[in-house]
């Protein structure tokens, strides 16, 4: 008796815990659907600002150009054969002025080589073959070092420039070199080697007319 008692009293207890279990999956389920659409519509607000801070003259984009998306699609050889591994093309899209003219791409960008993790950013590119500016997107790198790649001193380097590859250096940077953040090497080597493969990646769209954009 005291056996079937004690059998009787782990089964409750068993389906209590599925129970219990069951209930959660549900609601995490309800949470995760809840605020599926509030993120990513604030992804989506993020990065319509971040186009708009690196390329202003981009009145509208068109992310949806199959020509451009089949070469997104395939751009990890091209950037493991030129040089960047660990670097990813996430998107591309085509920058048009307010009359619906081709004037350069958007790209985003992620390199995996980041000490503190992935650094995603997006980067603008004219038809003249010159990089407008970048903007950081999403960054895991140390407070007061890495992280200060957000920031203009560093990021604003890249603004204007029209070399094919740019180069790290600790101080006093030259043509074709961009200052290092102080303390944080690796952090600036991986944003540098990331915007080059960005620049590789849209001088060959350029070289191809892709999108009906092409070197002036």
């Not at 219990?20 to 993120?39: D, Q, R, Y």
């Not at 493991?80 to 048009?96: H, K, P, Q, R, S």
């Amino acid at each position: 008796m005291q056996e079937n008692k004690v059998k009787s009293s782990i089964i409750k207890d068993a389906l209590a815990l599925c129970l219990i279990a069951l209930i959660a999956a549900v609601a995490l389920g309800f949470v995760n659907e809840m605020t599926k659409g509030p993120i990513a519509e604030l992804a989506a607000k993020q990065k319509a600002e971040a186009y708009q801070t690196i390329y202003p003259e981009a009145v509208q984009v068109d992310d949806a150009n199959e020509e451009l998306l089949a070469k997104v699609e395939n751009s990890q050889a091209f950037l493991t054969d030129n040089g960047f591994a660990g670097v990813v093309l996430d998107e591309a899209c085509i920058a048009m002025d307010a009359s619906g003219n081709p004037i350069g791409y958007i790209l985003t960008v992620t390199s995996k080589e980041g000490f503190g993790g992935d650094i995603q950013f997006s980067m603008g590119y004219t038809s003249e073959g010159t990089l407008t500016a970048i903007e950081i997107l999403s960054i895991s790198e140390t407070a007061g070092l890495g992280a200060l790649a957000t920031e203009e001193p560093f990021k604003g380097q890249f603004a204007g420039r029209t070399e094919d590859s740019l180069t790290v250096v600790k101080s006093g940077a030259a043509e074709g070199e961009i200052n290092a953040i102080s303390g944080a090497t690796i952090t600036s080597n991986a944003v540098t080697k990331a915007v080059n493969a960005g620049i590789a990646f849209a001088n060959d769209l350029l070289a191809n007319g892709i999108g009906g954009v092409s070197h002036e």
